[in-house]
């Protein structure tokens, strides 16, 4: 069975939300330790390219990105944000919102989606390298989580169409 994507909409956010706060619970995807409500992720991410993944007839995953700058020059770079519901891993999920988000960012003309991953995150940083990621360099004890400092890997996917 294949993951069905299709655009993240208000009403998917409470099963997203979940499927977020769950990867937040690990301690081991984001700095981040308390899901968003509507209003803030909405307010947050570009509206053009927040997917949801349909497996099995439920929302598995989604995806979404904001933009990393205001300035101009950077206009065509974002960094996204991908969590995948444990029960639904392994399956294909975060490669096929991978695949979304990338024709999606590709048609709007954004030439870079970069992403910030825990070193100790392999399954992510196994996913996007797959997705055509590169790792750019670890960017040393660069934020707290728990008390503890963490390293983090920054990747970027370059388009090679834009
Ligand atoms: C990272 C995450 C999104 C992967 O989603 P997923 O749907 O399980 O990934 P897929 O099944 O699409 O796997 C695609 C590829 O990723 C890699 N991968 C995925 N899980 C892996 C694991 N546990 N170990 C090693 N590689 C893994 C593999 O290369 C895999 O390709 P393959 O199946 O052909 O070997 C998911 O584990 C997750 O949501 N984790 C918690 C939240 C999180 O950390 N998000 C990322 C924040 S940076």
Same mark, same amino acid.
């Given at each position: 069975?294949?993951?069905?994507?299709?655009?993240?909409?208000?009403?998917?956010?409470?099963?997203?939300?979940?499927? #977020?706060?769950?990867?937040?619970?690990?301690?081991?995807?984001?700095?981040?330790?308390?899901?968003?409500?509507?209003?803030? !992720?909405?307010?947050?991410?570009?509206?053009?390219?927040?997917?949801?993944?349909? !497996?099995?007839?439920?929302?598995?995953?989604? &995806?979404?990105?904001?933009?990393?700058?205001?300035?101009?020059? #950077?206009?065509?770079?974002?960094?996204?944000?991908? #969590?995948?519901?444990?029960?639904? =891993?392994?399956? /294909?999920?975060?490669?096929?919102?991978?695949?979304?988000? *990338?024709?999606?960012?590709? =048609?709007?003309? *954004?030439?870079? *989606?970069?992403?910030?991953? !825990?070193?100790?995150?392999?399954?992510?940083?196994?996913?996007?390298?797959?997705?055509?990621?590169? &790792?750019?360099?670890? =960017?040393?004890?660069? /934020? =707290?989580?728990? /008390?503890?400092?963490?390293?983090? &890997?920054?990747?970027?996917?370059?388009?090679?169409?834009?």
């Amino acid at each position: 069975m294949e993951a069905q994507i299709r655009p993240l909409e208000a009403v998917d956010w409470p099963a997203a939300r979940r499927i #977020y706060q769950e990867g937040l619970d690990s301690g081991e995807a984001s700095f981040e330790t308390v899901a968003p409500d509507w209003s803030a !992720f909405d307010g947050s991410r570009l509206p053009s390219h927040r997917f949801v993944a349909m !497996f099995d007839g439920r929302i598995a995953g989604w &995806v979404a990105v904001s933009a990393v700058s205001a300035r101009p020059v #950077y206009a065509g770079v974002v960094e996204h944000s991908v #969590y995948v519901d444990a029960a639904a =891993r392994g399956r /294909g999920v975060g490669a096929a919102l991978l695949r979304a988000l *990338i024709t999606s960012t590709e =048609r709007s003309g *954004i030439w870079t *989606i970069q992403s910030a991953i !825990f070193p100790t995150n392999v399954a992510s940083l196994r996913l996007h390298e797959a997705a055509g990621f590169r &790792v750019v360099g670890t =960017r040393e004890r660069l /934020g =707290r989580r728990d /008390g503890e400092w963490r390293d983090v &890997v920054l990747l970027e996917r370059r388009s090679q169409v834009i």
